[in-house]
């Protein structure tokens, strides 16, 4: 089991950037993949962004992220990040981590969450 933390939201405008992060405990964080997740107020959870066990591979959900969200990870840190560039009023939610014993695009394989962290983007 791996309890996971969350760390970094905050408000910033359009156009601007944010890195979020989340902190794993257990010795085990390497064997996981990670992914982001997010919830906006009114919206179901939706998925944004996976890394594999070995950080050597990525997947992002669609075009709205990909080119301007990147995740990568530090397994001697026992964290995984999101640097969120270009940042959208859309992009407004709680963003989640969360880890999975199972290959990185195999949603329902994430089973372990953190508490998330609020991200806001102002016009």
């Known amino acids: 089991q791996v309890q996971l933390v969350e760390s970094g939201g905050g408000s910033v405008q359009a156009g601007g950037s944010l890195r979020i992060s989340c902190a794993a405990s257990?010795?085990?964080?390497?064997?996981?993949?990670m992914g982001w997740f997010r919830q906006a107020p009114g919206k179901e959870r939706e998925f944004v962004a996976a890394?594999?066990?070995?950080?050597?591979?990525?997947?992002y959900a669609n075009d709205s992220v990909k080119g301007r969200f990147t995740i990568s990870r530090d397994n001697a840190k026992n964290t995984v990040y999101l640097q969120m560039n270009s940042l959208k009023p859309e992009d407004t939610a709680v963003y989640y981590c969360a880890s999975s014993l199972f290959d990185m695009r195999s949603l329902g394989g994430y089973a372990y969450w953190g508490q998330g962290t609020q991200v806001t983007v102002s016009s």
């Open positions: 257990g010795r085990t964080f390497s064997r996981y993949s």
């Open positions: 890394i594999s066990w070995t950080g050597d591979s990525t997947y």
